[in-house]
């Protein structure tokens, strides 16, 4: 009989306008107290297995939490043992939050420096475990950051090695480092043999070798430096620019080899 | 002599003036504990308890809504400052009023600033005149109902002021939609309290409640409760009437310009005509503080009983509108209008014919009541 009927539009059925949606959210209130959708999140997290399974006992259907692709770029794991504080990661971070800093380990002349990594600033690009000529600071899948404070979102080298330790799950995708064409080159008349270069090169490749003193000609005056120059071994050096920035004469150089 | 909110304060006043003069030598001592000082005073702290009891109420008002429509959208509703987000309109009160007062450059001083004022003030009155048990009560007028429903209605009016003296297009808007709407429901809303008075016999709010101690009002007058019901919500302005405000089409409505304490007001206000409206209907229909005599006396003699039922009642008529906004979409200005002038008036003219016929009713032999208008 009511089939016989010509459909009225919503408009001309007050029960349609008003009843329907007045039932629909009673029912939802009626609900929501068995369990609201809301997760509180600092306190109750997806990941947290226990959570998921209280969730899914009091609200009969279970919930499940997304599941992370291999290559997600995480926080980073960073093994403190084997980085040679290259300094290549800070260069490479494109938002200038990694700062080197001195961690327990060096000798005291050469201060060991890891990287520092604020989570407030880092774009998660993953240009500094490419960077890493060592392969000591990798990414890895973990995502749950959230603090209350901004302080805890710089992490010190020794949280970053926490994460090493702890094993969390690696981002396995890591660039092979380009082959490096470029070579540290050095304009020999402008340098005084001062050694910086060899003292801060953190792979020790660059040696300083004695170079013959010239005899002066009369009236000639020679320079006042050290007869040394920097060799550099190019199958050890990792191209991380450091002696040509402690160069105080900037006599090193990027060049390639003739 | 039972224990009333005036008695109280009397008290309190002469314990505080007696503390105060003892202090100083007898001229002194002699005018601070004279009658005149300690009813002032007394007064002053009457007032104060109602304003502060108010507020509390109005800001808890907030916090159930905002739980009631959170667990409407399977949400929780504020949750982190005190038990329960219990804190949270506290917190954004005090927001608010750290915040910068400002004026748009164009707008107009003078309707700025009273705008909102006026609009808290004539909302706030209503505490005053609205009984909320034999205890806690401003006074007996005769024409109470009349008045607070007289107050009650100066709001389109703040609301236009301030709407045109922001000048914004927006503003403007809002507040005429405002001015146009009291059209739609003032009359239906007059008509249903008639019905009521005709029952009760008198406009005095006590009387009304004390009519109620029998049977409440919403048995016989279920119409006008409707009626009354939804002429309220296009009164407090709360979805589906809430074309002044209307979010998706003029940004905040009439107080779109407003910011920081002014807002606040706006806001407060809302809610206090809300918790007034709530108010209104318990007092009207729901029997105000008397509970029925089937209820055991041991729930209805403790003490501050009367206040407890009747904010009890308050917080679940409010619930039911906290509801309709939660189900609800927006209705238009038209529509409104039709609703009010088609369905809700005749209604209420239905009412009273009904109201007249109960009052007749109750003179039936059967009922052996001598022939009295309100029985």
Redesign the interface.
Known sequence: MAASKPEKRPEERPTG??WK??T???R??A???VR???I?YPYERLEDPKFREKVAVESGRPIGVGEIWDNYRGVHALNIATCISCNLCAFSCPDLCIDMVTVPGGDPKHPKKCPQIDYGKCSYCGFCSDACPEGCLTMTTHYELSTPKRSEMVYSPQRLFENYQHKLPMNPIRLARPANEDAILLDAPLCIGCNACARDCPTNCITMLDVAKPTAKPGEKLPRRIWKEPVVNDSDCVRCGTCISVCPKECLFWGTHK | MATTLYSVSDAISSLLLGAVGSIFPEPVHGWLTSTDVVTGLAVLIFCAILLVASMINTIMLIWFERK?L???????GA?HVGYAGLLQNFADGLKLFRKNTFMPREADRLGYFTGPTAYMVTSMILFGILPVSSGWNGGSLPLSLLLALAVFSFAPLFIFVSAWSSNNKYSLLGGMRSAAQMIAYEVPILLAVVAVVILAGSFDLNTIVLEQQNYWFWGPLVVALFVFFVGMLAEMERIPFDLPEAEAELVEGWNTEYGGMLFAFFMLADYVRALIGSLLVVLLFLGGWTMPSYVPTALTSFPLAGIFWFMLKTYAVFAIFV??R????RVRTDQLLRIGWMRMIPLALLSIVLAGLVVLARCLPVFGCVPTLGG
Do not use: E, H, N, Y
């Open positions: 306008l008003v949606p007045l629909t959210a009673a939802q209130f609900k929501s107290f609201p959708s809301t509180l | 009631l959170g667990r409407f959208m399977d949400r929780r949750m509801w309709i939660a189900s609800l979409p």
